[in-house]
């Protein structure tokens, strides 16, 4: 699977619910297919439908409703309501289309002027600071989650959170798959000057802990913004991506079809595209699935440790980085903490869950 | 085998150069201080501070190639032309000529007398410093232009014998083995001619009482105060050393002349990255801009504190990791194994800071000094070592041989000891190289919960102070600890298994 020497990113090949052989090549093909691997109950029962896993399942579903919340968090949490009749006039969702006139009023205004409204879930926007500072969750208060120390909603600030990091994790996994799919078919299709220098190219990115060398860019640009924070993200993903790419690329382009093709002149476009993408996209699909956790999980390390950009609504690690100046509030940790650990385990079961089912070997 | 390592360690030169680039081009994102600061052409102070800014970040060079590198000669001749020409820069250059000082000289007087009387005693005048440096010359004597310039003249016919690099370093050479202050007096007429073979010099020696006649030497032609004192302790003695050193890097070409293939290789290694390369190459990594500091000594400083964590994680992640993945894969399938994969499942989907702050919070009563952060950087690696010491131990148990041992009636615990395990354990020491980076990013974040000083808490202070210098190094470093892990871990990996060895040579070799 890795033919770069030296393959620093050996650590994400045996990943988590892996089922069976190390898949570090340890042994010739030949000597590998003599080796009698004990049936398991996996094997007997066949091929398992990817949402037939249990886990995956679960997953998935952790994931959609993440993804629901992402869609609709200002249904969920916003100042303004859904809809209501203020003066006389109808608004409709002017959560979402925030107009300039209920927005200068303000949330509280808004609601309490109304002549009928339907409120938000949690009548809060994630930004604006309502009550007090540090209020503990309650149904009492009004605040699910509580507030945090500048008394802004929690729960608004952690289902916020989830369109932010979503919308960014999504964003460069994206970025580094086009990327990397990029480069690795580049290296594996044309081989020699190009595969060589890919080569190198992914030795080097994967030569620094993608932690340290996002802080290192985002403390050398002179203005870090969020986009260079995505593409300092997406630097450090693609090589894995390209890796995975050249080698897949270079164990199709042999086979006789391809072979065929080629012989009937389709250009190397062509056999890319109809020939050998098919074969990779189920692997850039586990790739991307794999990736997304991660993403988040260095963004949310980076605002945790306030050296991130100013997030745009609202983010997990910035409302946890809070709880260090106020180690009672427990709330301002536990609840975007177990958002984060119920995203990265979700996203990570889905990944693994299509990397069953993609790699029979595993099971 | 030792050709095996060899090689294997070769093929990380490409990385190696990889990084640098990476770092280098890290580097140039970095603000230009003449940038950043507006300041007008004609306030000559600040023009000169800006200028200092930028030499020690290699700014004033060109990026990968210089087409006409610079010395001694060409330094004083560009003064020249401007202070013939009178232009703007005229002000600046006369300062220029007196910080070249001595080692100008040999390049200036005499031509002295083919310059125009105005500008010739223009240039007599912005050397009288230099002069004053030397202790010779009265005052009478330097106070106007004409009979400046006839000084010069005269000093140059009498004293020229003196300028040649054998007769100074005879000086140097005597003076670090008997020093007396006759001898650092006659130093004193060359002024900074002796500067390269001084810092040579102090590089070389040991001896405390020739340093302090050296670095007051040096402190004198160049006016920064930097000596060692008769009283100073090794420590500082050392510190002094290594910023003349630095600082040598950095201005040598001030007072150098380029000769013959010096000027070829000039055109490569007066370049930015050349520069950047050799300089950290040989731990000269510039000063901390937020307190002045070596970057070189605070790295030393803070590594191993990081560096160490990573490693007692690293142990101690094994030593959980390696029984479990054992005991998963003994029983694999059942409910032993099904635990285990979901709770490693959730271990490695938890947020390291996540664990961190949750062991800071619940352990802050009882302060264990370096065990908590340890374990909480060890969940870390914790999940996929276990799982790769199961899958390897899956793999070791389907062998013939353990079927054989099993036949001839080998107890369970020798067979899964003695005959798996010894196999299975070689996939997992190999990972551990290859986890080690991964844990000293991850260290970056326990530290900055737990407050331990090591090199990430020391990381994010400087990207709160923006001191780009231990932002660069510490990137560097971490690159460079990667790669070493990398390259030990493969030939770890052909070390114990001699198959892997074959594979990695015929793998390279068709790519």
Known sequence: ?363 | MFAYALRRAIWAIPTLFGVSLVVFVLTTLLPDPALDEGGSPADVAHRLRLDELRRARFLDLPRFVNVAPTDVRTGVDACIVHLVADDDDAELCEIRLAQIGGAGLPYLLPHLDTIPPTPRGRIAMALAPIARRMGVGDERELASPSSAALFWERFWEDRSVDFTAPAVHREVDRLVKRGSDLREEELRFVDTFALEQLVEAMRLTKDRDALVRLTRLASHVTERDVTVKPDDDAKRVRAVVSDWQSWWYVHDSDYVALQGGAKVTASIAQTRYAKWVLGAATGQLGLSTSDGEPVFDKLLARAPVTLGMAFLALLLSAAIAVPLGVLAAWRRGHFVDHTTALLLLAFYSLPTFLVAELLATFGRASDAGFVLPVVALATVSLSVMTQQQRASMIEALGQDYIRVARAKGARTLRVAVVHALRNALVPTITLAGVQFPALVGAAFVVEEVFGIHGMGWETLRAIESRDAAWIVAVTLLCAVVTTACLVTSDVAYGLLDPRVREQQIMRRRTT
């Open chain 1, 1 to 363: 699977m890795s033919d770069v020497p030296g393959d620093p990113n050996r650590e994400s090949i045996p990943l988590l619910l892996a089922r069976t052989t190390s898949r570090i090549a340890l042994a010739p093909k030949e000597a590998r297919a003599s080796l009698r691997v004990p049936s398991t109950r996996a094997e007997s029962a066949g091929p398992i439908g990817y949402l037939r896993s249990r886990l995956g399942a679960a997953g998935t579903l952790v994931a959609a409703a993440l993804v629901l919340f992402a869609i609709f968090a200002d249904m969920l949490a916003n100042d303004l309501p859904i809809a209501c009749k203020l003066h006389g006039q109808l608004w409709l969702f002017p959560n979402i289309t925030q107009p300039a006139e209920l927005v200068a009023l303000g949330g509280d205004a808004t609601s309490s002027e109304a002549e009928w409204k339907v409120s938000a879930l949690v009548p809060h926007g994630p930004t604006s600071p309502t009550a007090a500072p540090l209020l503990a969750p309650g149904r009492v208060t009004g605040h699910p989650f509580g507030t945090d120390r500048e008394g802004r909603d929690v729960f608004a600030r952690v289902i916020h959170g989830t369109r932010t990091y979503l919308v960014f994790a999504l964003a460069a996994v994206m970025v580094s798959l086009l990327f990397g799919g990029l480069l690795g078919s580049l290296a594996g299709l044309f081989g020699g000057g190009a595969d060589a220098l890919v080569g190198r190219a992914i030795e080097t990115v994967s030569a620094f802990p993608p932690l340290v060398l996002v802080l290192g860019i985002q403390a050398a640009v002179p203005h870090a913004t969020v986009a260079t924070l995505f593409l300092a993200i997406a630097l450090t993903r693609w090589p894995e991506v390209a890796r995975l790419v050249r080698a897949e690329v270079m164990q199709v382009a042999t086979r006789d079809y391809v072979m065929a093709a080629r012989a009937l002149g389709a250009s190397p476009l062509r056999v890319l595209r109809r020939h050998i993408a098919p074969n990779v996209r189920g692997q850039l699909i586990v790739l991307g699935a794999i990736g997304v956790p991660a993403v988040i999980l260095i963004e949310a390390s980076l605002d945790f440790l306030r050296v991130g950009p100013p997030a745009g609504a609202a983010s997990w690690g910035e409302t946890m980085s809070e709880f260090r100046d106020a180690p009672m509030a427990w709330w301002l940790l536990a609840f975007p903490g177990v958002f984060l650990f119920a995203t990265i385990v979700a996203l990570n079961l889905v990944g693994e869950a299509r990397r069953e089912m993609m790699d029979p070997r595993t099971r």
